[in-house]
Every structure is written in C-alpha cells, then in structure tokens.
C-alpha cells in the first residue's frame, strides 16, 4: 500500500499468506485483520476504526509491524491490544483520536521519542498494572478521559502507575476514571483541578492525596470508597453515588461532620 487512503470495510480483513507493506498514506481498518506472512509499516498509518465490538489490534502477530498506529474505534467496548506494543511492532507513534483503547493488560513500550496523545472525546484504558513507556511525551487532551487501573495511580515522573512515559501532560479538562480491581492510590499525576472523576474501584479503596476541584461531576460506584486526606474538602458540580445523582449540600463519612453522612 502506497501513498493515499486506503479503506478496508467493516465486514472486511485483510487475509493472506503472502507479505503486505505499507510504505505510505493511510490504511483504515473496519473489521478484523489478519496477515499470515509479514506486516510492514515502513511508513504512512495504520488507523483502526471499526464500529463493531470487540475489534483486536494485532500486535506481534504474524510479525505485524506498525509505524503510526491510530485508534478511531466507534463501538462503546472500544479496541483492544492483543499483545504488548514494543519498539520493534509499532515504530511510530500512538494516536487515540476518538471511541476507545484498551491495553488489555499488556505493556505498552513506545519507539525512541514517539509520543502518545489521547484527544477530547478518546478515551485510553490502562488495564490493570499495564505500563506506558517511552522517552517520548504522553498527552491527555482536554476533553479526553483516561482509565487507570495500577494501585499507584498516575504519577507526575516517577517510574511507577500506568503512565511512565518521559514526558507526562494531564489536562485540567480531562476525565479520570479509576477501574483497578483492589485498593488504588490515586497518585500525584492526578491534577488539582479536573473535568470529572469516578471512582469504580469496588475492591478496595480510592485515596487521594489531594482533595481535588471537579469541574463536572464525582460519581462513585455501588461498594466503591474513596478516602480524602484528613480535614479536607473537594467540590464538584454534581455527586453520583451507586448511579444515584445526589441532593447538594456536604457528603461524607458517617462520623464526619457533613450535611449528608453516608
């Protein structure tokens, strides 16, 4: 494939046992897709955008080699890595524009200096303890959301949570959805000031160390917790507890001093 925009429909694949070559332009890919020789990006995007649910990206199958990768995935389940990105497989950068990315689980380990962006309205899923990493720069847009599953949440610099990336950019407009299995520390790459925050950490407790200003809405999950530091308050626009929008006023602990106890 050379130059140019190449579609490949929703009830399509791409399936041969020979070798494809992408050496420029753009490839979108609807539906499934599944080489049985060699894949190679030696330039251009591939750009994955199907509207169907559960569309795998393959990742080190088949020897599939990206350059840049794109997610524009329309389905609410989103796209999901089917291995872990290494510098080898995807050799440019990681784009999530619109719908959804799920790692899946898997490492996430960025070529050189490539960065990752997730524009507003995109959402990236770090699945359980999966690690983005690169020298490059990692961008949360405003607008855009990101779930975090490791128990250190996100950190501005150090080499721990689910963004590791050399360069770290977390919006202020950005959305952050807390999704581990267990207990989770919400991590000081969390802003000060955010778009809106939930908290679907039902195994353990969500503790921040701030008390952050939300500019939308908490919602917190049926059997979720979320623990401020002592003596503080974070304010937001609305409160969902279990999926019921909450009266205005104070909520808090039952031993606290807030107009609703809970």
């Known amino acids: 494939f050379g130059g140019g925009t190449h579609n490949l429909q929703a009830a399509s694949s791409i399936s041969t046992p020979g070798n494809v070559t992408f050496s420029g332009g753009t490839t979108n890919v609807g539906g499934a897709f599944s080489v049985g020789g060699t894949t ?3 330039g251009g995007t591939v750009n994955f955008n199907g509207a169907l649910a559960g569309q795998i990206i393959p990742i080190g199958v088949s020897a599939v080699i990206y350059n840049n990768l794109k997610i524009n995935n329309t389905h609410a389940n989103g796209a999901t890595l089917s291995a872990a990105i290494s510098s080898t497989n995807v050799t440019g950068t990681l784009s999530i524009q619109s719908g959804t990315l799920n790692s899946g689980g898997f490492n996430m380990a960025l070529a050189g200096a490539k960065n990752c962006t997730v524009s507003s309205g995109a959402t990236l899923n770090m699945n359980g303890s ?18 975090i599953g490791s128990a250190e949440g996100i950190t501005s610099s150090a080499a721990t949570g689910n963004i590791q990336m050399t360069g770290r950019s977390y919006s202020t407009g950005a959305n952050y959805v807390y999704l581990g299995p ?17 908290d679907n950490t039902t195994g353990g407790t969500l503790t921040l160390a701030q008390a952050p200003v939300v500019n939308s809405s908490i919602k917190i999950a049926t059997g979720a917790k979320v623990s401020l530091p002592a003596g503080t308050t974070s304010t937001a626009a609305t409160l969902t507890l279990g999926g019921v929008a909450r009266a205005s006023g104070t909520w808090g602990a039952t031993q606290s001093t807030a107009t609703h106890p809970n």
Do not use: C, R, V
Not at 135 to 143: E, H, K, V
Not at 184 to 194: D, F, K, R, S, V
């Open 40 to 42: 190679t990006a030696s």
């Open 130 to 147: 999966s690690a983005l990493t690169g020298t490059g720069a990692f961008t949360l847009s405003s607008g855009g959301t990101l779930g």
């Open 182 to 198: 267990a207990a989770q520390a919400a991590g000081n790459g969390l802003p000060a000031t955010i778009n809106y925050l939930t």
